[in-house]
């Protein structure tokens, strides 16, 4: 077996592949669609925009081809998968293949981890397993439709802005794990969301994914906020530049007291997903010992004149 980048001669047997792959970044789904052959091209004929396609080419000449694809922006840490195809051939020494030759190409750009929203129930979560991914949470999505009436509460949901970093850097510290915060780094850039306040103190923070096909709203919300069904509903009616299009609502598993509030909304709830990372460089210290002469018993080196003063 061979794995190769994606080239125009493969958009036949990309094509056939279209109804037969497992998706793994679902927020990319649901926001902007499958992106199979737009983000091949673009992956063939604009690699710096950081789309990545590689084909896995067997021997035989009657073997199944398999492409995998990840998306990695240069200079963040963390990279993910967004497909595997066909599911049907997908087995632990192909994905090996293709993971193994993924990770040299992102080790080259500096990624430290690779990540996947799997089923659990479906044959790419085995596979991934089995090639040293490990499961840190897991989700499930809801779709919210419809646009209830606004101006529910006096305090309300609005645009967060720079001056919210701080206390959205604080929530996030108290609400997620450890474990979580070890694979997803806090994001250093401008918050993308909506803030709710009361009382002065920051009580949520949803963090805001805009696509041609819907809105990805993942949430922060502290266990102490009152109201939360109805907060729900003040969100829809503010969120910017909806339009007609459905807002998907991210749960993790440690936010899971959500669900009942969300569920009351209406909300469709999606499969639990396992969110999995692949590890691919681990900081370690230096083992070698640097020796300091002038600490160990070593004669200093005289490098100026000594002046002898007398009265």
Avoid at 56 to 70: E, K
Avoid at 96 to 107: D, K
Avoid at 279 to 290: F, V
Wanted: net charge negative; glycine share 8%.
């Amino acid at each position: 077996m061979s794995v190769r980048p994606f080239d125009w001669r493969d958009l036949p047997v990309l094509h056939r592949y279209r109804d037969q792959s497992v998706f793994l970044d679902t927020a990319l789904v649901l926001t902007r669609g499958p992106m199979i052959l737009p983000g091949a091209l673009f992956s063939y004929l604009a690699p710096s925009m950081g789309i990545f396609t590689c084909v896995l080419s067997s021997n035989g000449a009657s073997g199944t081809p398999v492409i995998g694809q990840f998306i990695h922006l240069l200079g963040s840490p963390l990279s993910h998968l967004t497909f595997l195809a066909p599911q049907e051939a997908l087995d632990t020494t192909q994905v090996a293949a293709l993971v193994e030759y993924m990770l040299g190409q992102l080790g080259e750009r500096g990624a430290m981890r690779l990540l996947a929203d799997v089923d659990e129930h479906s044959s790419a979560f085995e596979a991934l397993r089995s090639n040293g991914f490990v499961i840190y949470t897991r989700q499930r999505i809801w779709q919210l439709t419809g646009h209830p009436p606004a101006g529910l509460h006096a305090e309300s949901w609005r645009v967060a802005n720079d001056q919210d970093e701080i206390a959205i850097r604080g929530l996030y510290n108290n609400l997620v794990p450890a474990l979580v915060q070890q694979v997803e780094l806090f994001a250093t850039q401008r918050p993308r969301g909506m803030v709710y306040y009361q009382n002065g103190e920051l009580q949520a923070y949803v963090e805001l994914k805009y696509g041609h096909r819907g809105i990805w709203a993942h949430p922060f919300i502290h266990p102490d906020a009152e109201d939360v069904s109805d907060q729900f509903i003040d969100l829809l009616s503010k969120i910017p530049n909806r339009r007609s299009r459905p807002v998907y609502v991210c749960v993790r598993s440690y936010q899971a007291w959500l669900e009942a509030a969300i569920e009351e909304l209406g909300a469709e709830a999606g499969p639990r997903q396992a969110v999995m990372a692949k590890q691919l460089m681990i900081p370690q210290k230096a083992a070698r010992a640097y020796a300091i002469p002038s600490l160990e018993g070593g004669q200093p080196e005289i490098t100026a004149p000594v002046a002898r003063l007398e009265r």
